[in-house]
T-cell receptor
């Protein structure tokens, strides 16, 4: 089975940086994903890590340490539109994706 | 390109009724999935299919069934709906040959009374 933990809520100021941590314990590992979900909408893909290290994509970066079962999503230069839920998900050996409960990020002016 | 289409968008259903949620993709992805999303619990996998003709059980399969007769369609059926199946249901697909990120439909909000 999968056990994926991430904080429930985070609040940050516009222009600031926020780091969302995710820890996982899984049966098999074939990659870690981050998704963004605005209220009332479908999740959309943000990033993918399968090897240790940092993946940077514009204002968003994602880090993975497989030995520690740990990842984080870094959001820089926060904008109001970044207010959303951020979902950590792990792909297991059967290629199924299991999700954490999500972290709601609120960006304040 | 439509991507993934789900129907209906929203439905209110009496307990005990049978309901099929439809899902169609036009991306020729080999894998398809059904998740339910409930407040505080996140997305939970109901059933999945890695290729046409095969299906598998996810984390919460009880009370649900699926079929995958072809690549494009992956309907989810509730044989006899119960109030605990009130949820938002998301269909998704992925190309297992690549990173395998999921592409989601817009969701179907189901209320069972």
């Amino acid at each position: 089975g999968q056990n994926i933990d991430q904080p429930t809520e985070m609040t940050a100021t516009e222009g600031a940086i926020v780091q969302i941590n995710c820890t996982y314990q899984t049966s098999g590992f074939n990659g870690l994903f981050w998704y963004q979900q605005h209220a009332g909408e479908a999740p959309t893909f943000l990033s993918y890590n399968v090897l240790d290290g940092l993946e940077e994509k514009g204002r968003f970066s994602s880090f993975l340490s497989r030995s520690k079962g740990y990842s984080y999503l870094l959001l820089k230069e926060l904008q109001m539109k970044d207010s959303a839920s951020y979902l950590c998900a792990v792909k297991d050996s059967d290629y199924k994706l299991s999700f954490g409960a999500g972290t709601t990020v609120t960006v304040r002016a | 390109i439509a991507g993934i289409t789900q129907a209906p968008t929203s439905q209110i259903l009496a307990a005990g009724r049978r309901m099929t949620l439809r899902c169609t993709q036009d991306m020729r992805h080999n894998a398809m999935y059904w998740y339910r999303q409930d407040l505080g619990l996140g997305l939970r996998l109901i059933h999945y299919s890695n290729t046409a003709g095969t299906t598998g059980k996810g984390e919460v399969p009880d009370g649900y069934s699926v079929s995958r007769a072809n690549t494009d369609d992956f309907p989810l059926t509730l044989a006899s709906a119960v109030p605990s199946q009130t949820s938002v249901y998301f269909c998704a697909s992925s190309d297992l040959a690549g990173a395998g990120e999921l592409f989601f439909g817009e969701g179907s909000r189901l209320t069972v009374l």
